[in-house]
């Protein structure tokens, strides 16, 4: 049951909040950032950071047990969260708080990009394990970098569909991890 309730939430309720609050403006020309600090959407950026570091929590803190560095990677999710929550926290206004635009772009742009590398680390923990078990997972995880990088080179900053695409993808690649771990832990039991 509680499986269940978790893939519920990493795959629909994760996914419909995050299109919800991007959708208030237009995904290609403004980020997430803009959205949350506009009007009355502060609070609704604030829930969606929590829903943020709940989906890539669960899923992470599932993966931990089949780690070797399982410390380090404790570590790095927990600075992740904190830099999320700070970013999520601090207001983008430049023009009337701009050193506080400026540390919510720090923490914006750093929070990301060590939640790609702890699930890099991760993935390349389980690849060592077994390489042709998460040969697939490694692939995907390229493919959300690439993809990514592409948005981010054609329309030349991030943008809400980026920042979407990166969070809902990674969430369920982390998920599919947990999950293949969890399978692969039962069958080395029996």
Known sequence: MREKMIKFYVMLIYPLIT????????????????????????????????????????SITRCI?????????????????????????????????????FLHLIFSFTAPTCLLLCVGLLLYEFYLMQVSFFKNSFQIFMLIIIIALGILFRYGSVNSLCEVFIAISTANLLYYMASKCCWMSKEENN
């Open 65 to 101: 047990p089949y780690c070797y560095h399982k410390r380090q990677i404790k570590w790095m999710c927990a600075f992740t969260t904190g830099l999320l929550m700070f970013a999520i926290l601090l207001p983008y206004l430049p023009k009337t708080y701009p050193f506080l635009s």
């Open 19 to 58: 299109l919800a609050f991007a959708g208030q403006y237009s995904l290609l020309y403004e980020n997430l950032s803009y959205v949350g600090n506009q009007g009355n959407h502060r609070l609704f950026f604030i829930l969606w950071g929590i829903a943020t570091v709940l989906a890539m929590g669960i």
